[in-house]
C-alpha cells in the first residue's frame, strides 16, 4: 500500500511541474482546495460546444480563452494561472497543451479572468504567458484557440499559486485547483 501511495504522489507531482524555464521547482500539496470555476456571464460560452469564432484563424475564427469567474482563492495566492487542454488529443490533453496564461492577483477571494487573444505573442496588460501552446511548436503562442474539426473535447484548469523568490530562482506552491469542461469543437 505504501509503494502504491508513493507512486500515485510522484504521478502527482510530476503531473504539477513546469518544463519551462520560470521557476525552479514546484510544491503541491495533495490536501489542496479546490477552486471554483464558472463562466462570467454574459456569454456565449456554455461548457458543451465552444462557439465556432472563438476557433484558430485558419478556421475563420479569432479566439480568445473564455471569460472566467473564480471563487475560494486562498488568501496568499498572487497569480492566476490559466491553462487550456484539448482532451482528445494527447501531446495536448494536459498541462496546458493550448497554452498557460498566467494572470497577476491581489488575494482577494473571488477573480474575474477577462479574455486573452490567441494566436498573438503580444497579451493585455494584466496577463502573461506562463507556458507556450504545444499546438505549433513553430507558433509558441501562449494561447492557440481550437485549431481541429474532429469534435474534441476542450477543458480548462486554473490554478492559483504563491510564487516568490527572484526571477531566476522562483519557488511556486499551488494552493488550490479547480476545472471547468470548456466544450467541444
Not at 2 to 23: A, E, I, P, Q, T
Not at 35 to 62: D, R, S
Not at 134 to 155: D, L, T
Amino acid at each position: 500500500m505504501k509503494k502504491l501511495f508513493l507512486c500515485f504522489l510522484s504521478l502527482v507531482l510530476s503531473s504539477c511541474s513546469h518544463s519551462g524555464d520560470r521557476y525552479d521547482s514546484v510544491f503541491y500539496d495533495p490536501e489542496t482546495s479546490l477552486l471554483e470555476v464558472e463562466f462570467m456571464p454574459p456569454t456565449e460560452w456554455n461548457g458543451k460546444i465552444i462557439p465556432a469564432h472563438q476557433g484558430c484563424q485558419m478556421l475563420g475564427g479569432k479566439g480568445s480563452t473564455p471569460p472566467l469567474y473564480i471563487s475560494k482563492i486562498p488568501p496568499e495566492t498572487n497569480l492566476l494561472i490559466l491553462e487550456i487542454d484539448n482532451l482528445d488529443v494527447l501531446p495536448l490533453s494536459r498541462d496546458g497543451g493550448h497554452g498557460s496564461i498566467g494572470f497577476y492577483h491581489n488575494g482577494e477571494p473571488t477573480a474575474v479572468l477577462l479574455p486573452v487573444p490567441g494566436e498573438t505573442y503580444t497579451l493585455p496588460t494584466f496577463a502573461f504567458k506562463e507556458k507556450s501552446s504545444k499546438y505549433n511548436r513553430a507558433k509558441p503562442y501562449p494561447y492557440m484557440p481550437p485549431c481541429q474539426e474532429h469534435n474534441n473535447m476542450f477543458s480548462a484548469t486554473v490554478k492559483a499559486v504563491k510564487r516568490t523568490g527572484s526571477f531566476d530562482k522562483q519557488k511556486t506552491d499551488i494552493l488550490a485547483v479547480g476545472k471547468i469542461q470548456l466544450g467541444k469543437y
